[in-house]
């Protein structure tokens, strides 16, 4: 059977009288990259603050490389969340600090005992695998926005992540730049064996990268398998609109 890196049963979450996850069932395989598609405010942040722990859910299990988040303690948390890398939709990178600044923050921070020899190394390294060698001694303000992502992704990758997060990684990059990172999603998977959830609201990037396709509504995944199963043949008209109006339906 295939490994499960995260497995979801039953998860709910509400705030006040708003319920946000109503039962979610969900897994991510090892090395699959599965796509998380829904509105604004159907609870996709939601469930990945769930993932790593910075929210609790009310009932249901949420459990990540074979442990129960809801259970860890600090120590057994922080653990958790090195092996979970996180791109954020701002890239997030720092803006005072050189890209070689920025890579080393996460190293230096976790990991103990590199020598800087081993720290440049490891830095070129991926830098050279997001296909910006030469921008080592670069500030942020001197890099595109496509170029920003892909250091973000260099920098998450730095502390060899199980679990790849991308949070919107196309918004607001022109359709050849969103190419681009839809094909460099698809490269760390291969290059580093990542097993990823990509969250996006862009059709072209769910599916050049999706293994399969997830769609929350009301709560729940409804709707989920290839982008074909998914939208080709969609019954549910609120699918069906999200590959018709892109998203623009209510
Ligand atoms: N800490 C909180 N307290 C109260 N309500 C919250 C909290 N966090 C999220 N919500 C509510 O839960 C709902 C889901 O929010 P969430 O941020 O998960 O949406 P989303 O699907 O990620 O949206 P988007 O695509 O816009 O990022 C929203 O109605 C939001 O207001």
């Known amino acids: 059977m295939e490994e499960k890196v995260v497995e979801i049963r039953g998860l709910m979450k509400s705030f006040g009288d708003l319920d946000v996850l109503k039962g979610v069932d969900l897994d991510l395989f090892k090395g699959e990259n599965l796509v998380v598609l829904g509105k604004s405010g159907s609870g996709k942040s939601v469930l990945i603050k769930i993932m790593v722990g910075l929210l609790k859910q009310d009932e249901g299990t949420m459990r990540v490389l074979g442990k129960e988040v809801s259970e860890l303690k600090t ?49 070129e390294e991926l830098l050279d695998s997001v296909g910006l060698p030469q921008s080592i001694n670069q500030m942020p303000s001197e890099l595109s926005g496509g170029q920003k992502k892909r250091i973000g992704v ?96 209510s």
């Open 75 to 123: 120590k057994a948390l922080n653990d958790l969340r090195l092996k979970i890398g996180f791109s954020f939709q701002n890239s997030a990178l720092y803006d005072s600090m050189t890209v070689r600044e920025n890579m080393e923050f996460p190293l230096v921070r976790n990991v103990k005992n590199l020598t800087r020899g081993e720290i440049t190394k490891k830095i």
């Open 154 to 249: 260099a920098r998450t990758l730095i502390l060899n992540p199980e679990i790849m997060l991308y949070d919107e990684p196309t918004a607001g990059l022109d359709p050849i730049t969103c190419m681009d990172i839809n094909n460099l999603i698809n490269q760390v998977r291969e290059q580093y064996n990542t097993s990823s959830i990509v969250i996006t609201h862009d059709l072209t990037c769910a599916k050049v990268t999706g293994d399969r396709q997830a769609v929350l509504l009301d709560g729940q995944f409804k709707s989920v398998g290839s982008f074909d199963e998914v939208f080709a043949h969609a019954d549910d008209r609120r699918v069906k609109s999200f590959y018709d109006y892109n998203f623009i339906d």
